[in-house]
């Protein structure tokens, strides 16, 4: 992969879709890591990002993405995004209602 091509993931959906997304940014908020996700242009969620705790497995084996079940988790990783896009010169992206 050249350094000017985007990393990206496949998502397996509760409905077996796949949706293919660009990794916007791994970050770390209170002690954890966590994976933002951009739906690629031409799908219908592609104005959403999604937001992942992230597990990495080690160089042998593939990371792994969890879902953030609790709110004040969740709330904590958002205000952690918000931050990194306010730092990158992104403006405020609001998080709230996105799984």
């Not at 959906?13 to 031409?42: H, K, M, Q, T």
Request: charged content about 35%; hydrophobic content about 35%; overall charge negative.
């Amino acid at each position: 992969m050249n350094e000017n091509e985007a990393l990206t993931v496949t998502l397996t959906l509760d409905n077996d879709e796949e949706l293919e997304c660009e990794v916007l940014s791994i970050f770390e908020a209170d002690g954890r890591e966590y994976i933002a996700l951009l739906p690629l242009s031409g799908t219908e969620d592609e104005e959403e990002i999604y937001l992942y705790r992230f597990i990495d497995n080690g160089e042998d084996e593939e990371p792994g993405l969890e879902n953030i079940e609790d709110d004040a988790e969740f709330e904590h990783a958002s205000d952690a995004f918000n931050s990194w896009i306010e730092e990158e010169g992104f403006g405020d992206i609001d998080l709230d209602g996105m799984d």
